[in-house]
């Protein structure tokens, strides 16, 4: 007698729960929408060239791009089991223990301000051009600045997020208009034909290339966000992994072809003096000379734009720290409320408090806006971001050898590998940290910029320490974000059972 | 946790009153729980119709979660949502229908008593048909057992259900505000008196570190999850109060502690997520 087994119809419930649910392309499209490319093609690219003299850069955004894959293999597999929307924080706390987990909040929190507020520089100086002779002012650089401030500042309380569609669109306008960038750039070289040096590996091995790679692994940041989505993927196992290689490889295709592109037109051994001639202005007088017409204007816009999208995202990513930290009670409890509107109210004004600061800082001091902030900033943030990296690699590995919850590939090798790539990468960086500053050898800034890591990691070491004497409680909810108030981290695995996380190491 | 309020039924003499008991009567039928009174005709002939009701867990975190007058939230809509779906697995909880268990997932007690049972004791019907939803999800090979994802569908719906309760007995009403682009409708309280009677007891309650009914603590519980507490304590918002609020809280138990802190983590997740 046969039977047959027909699968029951999902209930009315389960359809529910799916209905909100994003797929991999709609993840991808959050995490895009906040890489910003206009902001690194015009901004970060040219300045790199000009700083570091290297024209390898190309090669280095997919070499980058291939570390970051591997970086993301334990990565991924750790989204699985701890949702956190502070993901290095949370797996360095579960990998390596609280101690080094509050010292990495604390490298995260310095880190994406330095990139949130170092992008208030270069966006007083790409505004005040396009914005001046509209209103027939010649406003400085830093009102634009402060006006930028100001209206990020009320967007973060106000919780104007990531509104989807608008951001969206934009950066699909500006993958377009890089694209366009790109292909008249090849079209127009500055040799018989389209020159691949800069794909040659040879172009990597000179000095000062750590430099170059913080500069690529800057333009990746934000790739990591796609571990806030896994609460809300449709099948986080497969759904988060996928957007985030597809992100990947997106980024690194893109800037890797731009950068290309750059050196085509302008002839390989030109492109760093080109580079440093026009500074963030390169993008648009390629686009003048080989395009003309409105292309520079559209582009100028663009850029502008693009710069104020990567604003409020970094802005949102500290407030969504701030807020997790301060659920656990690590933070004062006040940053770990809401306001009416959802919004991370006490992280969102402390945010805006430090670029208020460090923009009245800068005018006042009649310091350069875009090398001193914008470049300073964005770079020294990179790095610490590439710390964060290195550290969670070292994280994987260990929740991996305390929980032995995943294969060896992806528990140990990938991560391990990814542990040493990302390692010599960070000492190259360091040992150039000169160069990726555009500073002599002998200046203090290439020990106080990266010392300031080293510093506030110590910090949050010792932090740790007293809450763990004192607040014994406290210290057991860090890494915990959220769900501190449950005493567990959610494994997002079908939520069968939640596994319950022990306290790290001592 | 119960709170009176004047059905709108004014009669002029005794012969309409006789008409208005029934209509009065088929309003009430939702809720059996009610009691009905008829208060004597006072001097100018009027008599008014008093109905005595029951809030429940949910009801009041509405009510302190919205502003009496305007009918505003005071924190946001997915926070509101999920801090209500909280209060209607808690009321399930409360009355011993549903507990969690050490892996927090939602278990129907006493499921050999048969679903027709569970639905004659069910104390209201929101209540109720939820935990038909539970019941009929845990009779699936693969349905939705664990308490966020109970908590993420309840939230859906929760602020619906909870405000029909609401219109129901005649507390709050409807009305429609216009801002930019499309009208939306928000639902102003009738009668405060019941919101603040409440509100004033149980601060009382903190203050005096007088006992506090174990529902009332789940309220007290809630708030705190929904980050309703400045609302709840206003002008004793005060170091000292919210000690004796973290006190109080403390003693809450197994399973609306755990019920509490799971309501909380999702809040707390709901905040962090990009698309609040």
């Known amino acids: 007698m046969y ?27 959050f995490v895009l929408s906040a890489a910003a490319p206009v902001t690194v093609v015009a901004g970060v690219i040219p300045t790199g060239f000009a700083t570091t003299g290297i024209i390898g850069m190309p090669l280095a955004f997919f070499v980058i791009g291939a570390v970051l894959g591997l970086f993301c293999v334990g990565f991924n597999a750790m989204t699985r089991r701890i949702s956190n929307a502070g993901p290095f924080y949370a797996y360095v706390s579960q990998g390596l223990g609280k101690p080094l ?27 005040g051009p396009l914005l001046n002779p509209v209103f027939g002012t010649n406003l400085p650089w830093w009102v634009w600045a402060l006006g930028a401030c100001a209206v990020v500042a009320v967007l973060g309380v106000r919780r104007v997020d990531l509104n989807g569609r608008i951001l969206l669109i934009l950066m699909g306008l500006e993958i377009i208009l890089v694209l366009i960038f790109d292909a008249a750039n090849i079209l127009n070289p500055a040799t018989p034909t389209p020159s691949f040096v800069a794909f040659d590996p040879n172009a990597l091995f000179v000095a000062g290339v750590g430099a170059m790679f913080v500069v690529a692994i800057t333009s990746f940041v934000g790739f990591e966000a796609s571990a806030i989505f896994s609460e809300e ?98 933070l004062p409890g006040v940053f770990g409320q809401a306001n009416d509107a959802g919004a991370p109210r006490w992280g969102s004004i402390f945010q805006s408090a430090v670029g208020l600061i460090v923009i009245i800082v800068y005018a006042l001091g009649n310091l350069d806006p875009l090398v001193q902030l914008f470049f300073w900033g964005g770079t020294s943030g990179g790095f610490g971001v590439l710390l964060l990296l290195t550290v969670t690699s070292a994280a994987v590995i260990g929740y991996h050898v305390r929980n032995g919850s995943e294969t060896l590939l992806r528990g140990v090798i990938a991560p391990g590998i990814a542990f040493v790539l990302l390692l010599a990468i960070l000492a190259l960086a360091f040992a150039n940290f000169d160069s990726l500053l555009g500073v002599p050898e002998t200046s203090s800034l290439r020990w106080t910029l990266p010392g300031a890591f080293l510093i506030v990691a110590v910090i949050g070491v010792i932090w740790a320490v007293i809450l763990k004497t004192r607040w014994p409680n406290t210290y057991r909810a860090i890494g915990l974000g959220a769900n501190s108030a449950t005493g567990r981290s959610t494994s997002l695995d079908d939520r069968t059972g939640a596994h319950e996380v022990e306290d790290g190491l001592r | 946790m119960t709170g009176v309020t004047p059905l709108r039924c004014r009669v002029h003499t005794l012969r309409s009153l006789t008409r208005a008991v029934p209509q009065a009567a088929r309003t009430l039928r939702a809720d059996p729980s009610r009691a009905l009174s008829i208060a004597q005709l006072n001097t100018e002939g009027y008599a008014v119709l008093w109905a005595s009701h029951r809030l429940y867990l949910a009801d009041h975190l509405w009510l302190i979660g919205h502003d009496e007058k305007s009918g505003k939230s005071r924190v946001s809509e997915t926070v509101m949502g999920l801090g209500l779906a909280g209060c209607l697995l808690g009321e399930l909880a409360f009355h011993k229908k549903i507990d969690l268990t050490p892996d927090h997932d939602v278990k129907v007690l006493r499921p050999e008593s048969g679903p027709e049972r569970l639905h004659n004791t069910a104390p209201e019907q929101v209540a109720n048909t939820l935990l038909q939803q539970i019941i009929s999800e ?87 999850a929904a980050g309703l507490n400045r609302w709840l304590l206003r002008d004793d918002d005060t170091p000292a109060m919210r000690n004796n609020l973290q006190r109080q809280l403390s003693l809450l138990q197994w399973p609306l502690s755990s019920l509490v802190a799971e309501t909380k983590a999702a809040i707390g997740d709901a905040v962090l997520a990009h698309r609040t």
């Open chain 1, 101 to 127: 987990g509050l010292a990495c909040f604390l490298i995260a929190a310095l880190a994406y301000n330095m990139l949130q507020v170092g992008l208030y520089g270069i966006f007083g100086v790409a505004v």
């Open chain 1, 233 to 330: 993927a449709r099948d986080p196992a497969r759904t988060v992994p996928r957007a985030t290689y597809l992100c990947l490889g997106v980024i690194a295709v893109l800037y890797g072809l731009s950068a290309w592109s750059m050196t085509v037109t302008t002839g390989p051994d030109r492109i760093a003096e080109f580079a440093g001639q026009n500074g963030g202005e390169t993008l648009f007088v390629l686009a003048g000379t080989n395009l003309g017409g409105a292309w520079p204007t559209i582009g100028h816009v663009l850029f502008a734009t693009s710069v104020f999208a990567a604003m409020v995202s970094y802005h949102n990513a500290v407030g969504r720290y701030m807020f997790s930290v301060g659920r656990e009670n690590v």
């Open chain 1, 3 to 29: 039977t047959t087994h027909q699968a029951q119809p999902p209930s009315h419930v389960t359809k529910s729960l799916q209905r909100n649910k994003l797929g991999t392309l709609a993840i991808a499209c």
């Open chain 2, 138 to 224: 845990q009779t699936r090979p693969q349905g939705v057992t664990n308490v966020r994802d109970w908590l993420a569908y309840t939230s859906q719906f929760a602020h619906a259900w909870v405000v029909d309760r609401l219109l129901t007995i005649d507390l709050v009403e409807p009305y429609e505000i216009r801002p930019l682009v499309r009208k939306k409708t928000r639902y102003r309280v009738i009668n405060s008196n019941d919101t603040v009677r409440h509100a004033v007891q149980i601060v009382g309650q903190l203050r005096e570190r007088g006992p506090i009914a174990h529902e009332e603590n789940a309220f007290l519980a809630f708030c705190d």
